[in-house]
């Protein structure tokens, strides 16, 4: 913790952590992601059971898979990684800036306005009233709303950032870009293809938005913890300055640029699907030196990886983003798209970026913060290795499993077989998605009851203070 | 520049995202600029109609309850017509609501032999209608693409698949929608009604439609629905 606040030359000589940093607001994020987390893995389990035909409420309206697999992945971008990386905001921003957040009424404000946002949005959606864009399916009357959240989201970690005075740190060029970027991003998905275009050109901007998402939220929030994170963890600086531009400055422009990528062989303009072909490439080189640079600040503490947790698991992100990325790499062409493309590949690829790697970076933050917010150490270790172990070899297996099983439904239809043929050749792999689905699940609820026993201590050790 | 928080919020902030916009955005937006958007009520064509009319015929309670008695004479055509761009409407919501585009797609690739299992390779202005805000392009296929299905199979199937999807096809893992029938496979209500009218809509507008199965007109039992489509000539399939 220490080393975080050598950073900036500006620290005042005497800061009280306590007044800098919001800790209640941190653990109500933290603990509404992990609600939305159960959320996302129910609906998640209702398509995977339909999948195997062994959905035990089939038939039920509310409850429908079609309607559950727009909650599964709302739920999970903006019920548990967004709320989750607002909390970590809560912590890094303060202390990189040496300054607190706008105001602190604002923060409970967003916090009970985004919980508003979310579970409309999930209700929503359980009640039939999507529209039809993914990651846009919020209700029409939630969208103003989320927008409104956004921008105040911006303002509040905006205004201490630019009171700093002194040479901005890496982390603060992605945090700062990605306030801008996430505000730009949802306005344009959700307002632009639904009043403005339509038909291709909706595509086109659809398609931008799909991927800005993640792109330009999820991605610069998630390097920027790691750039805030790994060098306190390790106690040594980021390895090459010069990468770190690189990496940031090559995302800024190149990952903008991709969107249409998602919809190749549509009747959007051929040029265009070539150019995002292209970037595409293009970031995955620029990846390429991102991680050379983390593991190059690894270097020579490689063993800090097996004792240190939260280093494991952020490592351990990498390692699957460097894969998913190089996986991009390779879909992305025109020859992969036309095999892959539609099939269980893409499924696989989103699930190894969405939880591989962006929720798997927050469950390590969460894994390093809980005992620094609660004043106490983790009830069990033991059980925090099988939070990691079941997440990290389940999303292994479910990564793979839906890989390889979208070949072979790729193959299936473009050799025009009937097609329950290529429902009959997804059964195995849909089995096995199930069965790793269930380790994941496993993990998170060790995790949680990891969580309520260290809480339970916590609340012992306190008592005992006050008395 | 590259240090600074304006460098950071102007040019990686804003320019960037700028430029990705007015490129990838933008300029398909004025290349297709001067395709017409078509309403709902203007995507109403003859075969559409003709499935209209048919789930008349075959679901006459369901259909009389929702959408009541046609008009004697003459005015019975444009009765169907506004009450087809109704159900249409209607049944894309549906469509969307329940996520049937998350599993199925709408537009066939010219690779992968996709026009020999679909028919012909998508366009541009087939998506250029209010139907398409936002495109329902789609990127999984658990069960086929949907743009060329409409008049493949017959309204009856498709009630009883709504329903049901393992009675027609065992292996299925489409979920059923007991929630569109009131009760039974036929009893679909307003928006079962619809939902088949949407997809009966899908590739409707192409000559090829329909692709696969022979496709014969029904008798119209209804004297007054006879009367009305000899004298409109809408209703005949191509």
């Known amino acids: 913790m220490s080393a975080a606040i050598s950073i900036s030359p500006t620290a005042p000589a005497t800061i009280d952590e306590h007044q800098l940093v919001d800790r209640p607001i941190i653990v109500a994020y933290f603990l509404a992601a992990l609600t939305y987390m159960l959320v996302s893995l129910a609906g998640g389990f209702l398509m995977a059971f ?21 909650i599964h992945t709302n739920a999970i971008a903006y019920g548990f990684i967004a709320n989750a990386f607002l909390g970590a905001l809560h912590w890094a921003v303060p202390r990189l800036t040496f300054r607190p957040v706008f105001d602190r009424r604002l923060s409970w404000l967003i916090f009970g306005a985004w919980q508003v946002v979310v579970l409309s949005t999930a209700g929503g959606l359980m009640f039939g009233q999507a529209q039809a864009l993914e990651w846009g399916e919020t209700p029409v009357w939630i969208d103003p709303v989320a927008q409104l959240g956004l921008l105040l989201v911006a303002i509040n970690f905006v205004a201490p950032i630019m009171r700093n005075t002194g040479p901005m740190y890496v982390t603060l060029w992605y945090f700062l870009a990605a306030f801008v970027w996430t505000f730009l991003t949802y306005a344009m998905g959700n307002f632009v293809p639904e009043y403005f275009v339509t038909g291709t050109s909706a595509g086109a901007v659809g398609g931008l938005f799909i991927h800005d998402l993640v792109g330009l939220f999820v991605t610069p929030l998630g390097w920027g913890m790691m750039y805030y994170f790994v060098p306190i963890l390790l106690r040594k600086p980021i390895w090459s300055h010069g990468m770190s531009l690189v990496g940031f400055w090559g995302l800024a422009f190149f990952y903008p640029l991709q969107g249409i990528h998602h919809f190749l062989y549509t009747p959007i303009p051929m040029f265009l699907q070539y150019g995002a072909v292209i970037s595409t490439i293009a970031v995955e080189l620029v990846v390429a030196t991102v991680i050379i640079n983390f593991f190059g600040t690894l270097w020579g503490n490689g063993s800090a990886i097996v004792g240190n947790l939260p280093l494991r698991w952020f490592y351990t992100g990498m390692i699957y983003y460097f894969l998913t ?39 390590g933050m ?6 620094r917010l609660l004043g106490v150490d983790w009830y ?15 999303m292994l297996v479910m990564a793979g499993d839906l890989i390889l099983g979208g070949l072979f439904q790729g193959w299936s239809w473009a050799a025009l077989q009937p097609w329950e043929d290529s429902i009959a050749v997804s059964q195995p792999f849909w089995a096995t998605r199930v069965i790793a689905g269930l380790a994941i699940t496993g993990g998170q609820l060790a995790f949680m009851f990891n969580l309520y026993k260290t809480w339970q201590v916590s609340r012992h050790v306190r008592t005992k203070a006050a008395h | 520049m590259f240090e600074t928080k304006s460098g950071v919020f102007f040019v990686a902030g804003l320019a960037f995202f700028a430029f990705a916009f007015l490129s990838n955005a933008l300029v398909p937006h004025l290349m297709y600029r001067d395709l017409p958007e078509q309403t709902v009520a203007e995507l109403v064509n003859g075969n559409l109609r003709y499935q209209f009319e048919d789930l008349a015929q075959r679901y006459p309670e369901p259909f009389q309850q929702v959408y009541g008695t046609p008009p004697a004479g003459d005015a019975a055509d444009e009765w169907f017509d506004a009450k087809c761009a109704e159900a249409l409407e209607l049944g894309h919501d549906v469509y969307v609501g329940e996520g049937c585009w998350h599993c199925h797609s709408q537009f066939v690739r010219p690779v992968s032999n996709e026009d020999r299992r679909y028919g012909p390779v998508s366009e541009s202005w087939e998506y ?27 309204n009856d199937w498709h009630a009883v698949h709504f329903f049901k999807p393992t009675d ?5 893992p489409m979920p059923q929608y007991p929630w569109l029938y009131d009760g039974a496979s036929d009893k679909p209500n307003e928006r079962g009604l619809a939902l088949i009218t949407y997809v009966q809509w899908l590739g409707s507008w192409l000559e090829s439609y329909p692709y696969y199965e022979e496709y014969e007109r029904l008798p119209l039992k209804d004297a007054e629905l006879q009367a009305a489509n000899s004298e409109s000539g809408t209703g005949v399939a191509p």
Not at chain 1, 366 to 371: A, D, E, G, V
Not at chain 2, 168 to 172: A, K
Request: aromatic share 12%; glycine share 8%; proline share 5%.
């Open chain 2, 128 to 154: 250029q209608n209010e139907l398409q805000r936002p495109v329902l392009f789609g990127t999984r296929r658990v069960g086929p693409d949907l743009c060329r299905e409409g008049g493949r199979r017959s």
């Open chain 1, 50 to 70: 339909q999948l195997i035909q062994h959905n035990p409420l089939q038939g039920i309206e509310l409850l429908s898979p079609g309607r559950w697999r727009m």
């Open chain 2, 168 to 172: 027609l096809s065992p292996t299925s």
């Open chain 1, 325 to 363: 990325c190089f996986q991009c790499a390779l879909q992305v062409t025109l020859t992969f798209q036309a095999l892959i493309h539609f099939t269980d590949w893409v499924v696989g690829h989103a699930h190894l970026v969405m939880f591989g790697v962006f929720s798997m970076w927050l469950l």
């Open chain 1, 380 to 394: 069990s270790r033991k059980l925090s290795e099988w939070h990691y172990w079941l997440s990290a070899g389940g």
């Open chain 1, 366 to 371: 969460m894994t390093y913060l809980f005992p």
